[in-house]
C-alpha cells in the first residue's frame, strides 16, 4: 500500500519524507490556503522534494478553463498529477489530460456509480472522502470495499483507490485490509502509525538494563 501525505505543507512534507515512506503527496485548495503560500510555487517545491504522485487541483468548473489549469499545472513538473472534481466536466477533463499522457486523480467521490466514471474516464487515482461519508453518519470505509470489489472485477481499469479524508489510523489500517492501492494522510495521523505505548515501555526498559550491563556497541 502506498502512503501520500495529504498536507501543503512544506516543513510538514520534508518531516514526513525523511522517514523514506512516503510515496506522494495530495494538496487540495484549502491545504493551499492553511499553508499560506502561493500555489505553482508550492507544488514546484513539493515535486522536487518527494519524486512520487504530487496532486495539484484544477479550481475551475467549465471543461476548457480546467483542461488549460490541467495543462499548466501539469508543465510544473513530471510528477504532477491534476486533482479534477467528480463531474461530467471533470471526467471529460480527465480523459483529455489521460490522453496527453497526464497523471489525473479524481477528487471528491462519495459514490461507488462515480468511481466507475473516473475508471472508465481512465483516472489514475480515484478520491473516495471516507472521513466526510462519516461525518454524514454513513459508514466511509464501505464505499472503500464497494468499490475495491467493483475494480476487481475489471482487470483492464488501471485506477488506483486512493483513501482521502483520512480522520484516524483505523481508516489506514481498515484501507489496506481492503487491498486499497494507496492512503493520503495527515502528518498527524501518519506519526501515530508509528506509535504504541508498548513499544515506547519496551525500549525504554531494555536500554535501561543495555545501560546497567556498562556496555557499548560503537
Ligand atoms: C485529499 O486528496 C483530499 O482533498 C483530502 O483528503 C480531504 O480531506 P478532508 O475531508 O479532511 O478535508
Redesign the pocket.
Request: with cysteine; charged share 20%; hydrophobic share 40%.
Given at each position: 500500500m502506498k502512503f501520500f501525505v495529504?498536507t501543503a505543507d512544506v516543513a510538514e512534507i520534508k518531516d514526513i519524507a525523511a522517514t523514506g515512506l512516503l510515496d506522494g503527496v495530495?494538496t487540495?485548495p484549502?491545504l493551499i490556503l492553511k499553508s499560506g503560500r502561493p500555489m505553482l510555487e508550492t507544488i514546484k517545491e513539493i515535486c522536487s522534494i518527494v519524486p512520487g504522485p504530487v496532486?495539484a487541483e484544477t479550481v475551475s468548473t467549465d471543461y476548457k478553463t480546467m483542461l488549460e489549469e490541467g495543462r499548466k499545472l501539469a508543465k510544473l513538473a513530471k510528477n504532477v498529477t491534476v486533482k479534477v472534481p467528480l463531474t461530467p466536466d471533470g471526467l471529460k477533463t480527465c480523459k483529455a489530460l489521460r490522453e496527453e499522457g497526464t497523471m489525473v486523480n479524481v477528487?471528491l467521490c462519495f459514490s461507488a456509480g462515480q468511481a466507475l466514471l473516473a475508471a472508465k474516464a481512465g483516472a489514475s487515482f480515484i478520491?473516495p472522502?471516507v472521513?466526510?461519508i462519516d461525518d454524514q453518519g454513513h459508514d466511509g470505509m464501505e464505499l472503500i470495499h464497494e468499490i475495491m470489489t467493483i475494480y476487481t472485477q475489471y482487470p483492464h481499469f488501471k485506477t488506483e483507490v486512493l483513501v482521502?479524508?483520512?480522520r484516524h489510523t483505523q481508516h489506514v489500517i481498515q484501507a489496506a485490509k481492503m487491498g486499497a492501492h494507496v492512503a493520503?494522510v495527515p502528518p498527524n495521523i501518519i506519526r501515530q502509525l508509528f506509535k504504541h505505548v508498548l513499544t515506547d515501555n519496551g525500549l525504554k526498559a531494555f536500554l535501561d538494563d543495555w545501560a546497567k550491563t556498562g556496555q557499548s556497541i560503537l
Amino acid at each position: 500500500m502506498k502512503f501520500f501525505v495529504d498536507t501543503a505543507d512544506v516543513a510538514e512534507i520534508k518531516d514526513i519524507a525523511a522517514t523514506g515512506l512516503l510515496d506522494g503527496v495530495t494538496t487540495n485548495p484549502s491545504l493551499i490556503l492553511k499553508s499560506g503560500r502561493p500555489m505553482l510555487e508550492t507544488i514546484k517545491e513539493i515535486c522536487s522534494i518527494v519524486p512520487g504522485p504530487v496532486s495539484a487541483e484544477t479550481v475551475s468548473t467549465d471543461y476548457k478553463t480546467m483542461l488549460e489549469e490541467g495543462r499548466k499545472l501539469a508543465k510544473l513538473a513530471k510528477n504532477v498529477t491534476v486533482k479534477v472534481p467528480l463531474t461530467p466536466d471533470g471526467l471529460k477533463t480527465c480523459k483529455a489530460l489521460r490522453e496527453e499522457g497526464t497523471m489525473v486523480n479524481v477528487t471528491l467521490c462519495f459514490s461507488a456509480g462515480q468511481a466507475l466514471l473516473a475508471a472508465k474516464a481512465g483516472a489514475s487515482f480515484i478520491s473516495p472522502f471516507v472521513g466526510r461519508i462519516d461525518d454524514q453518519g454513513h459508514d466511509g470505509m464501505e464505499l472503500i470495499h464497494e468499490i475495491m470489489t467493483i475494480y476487481t472485477q475489471y482487470p483492464h481499469f488501471k485506477t488506483e483507490v486512493l483513501v482521502a479524508s483520512v480522520r484516524h489510523t483505523q481508516h489506514v489500517i481498515q484501507a489496506a485490509k481492503m487491498g486499497a492501492h494507496v492512503a493520503t494522510v495527515p502528518p498527524n495521523i501518519i506519526r501515530q502509525l508509528f506509535k504504541h505505548v508498548l513499544t515506547d515501555n519496551g525500549l525504554k526498559a531494555f536500554l535501561d538494563d543495555w545501560a546497567k550491563t556498562g556496555q557499548s556497541i560503537l
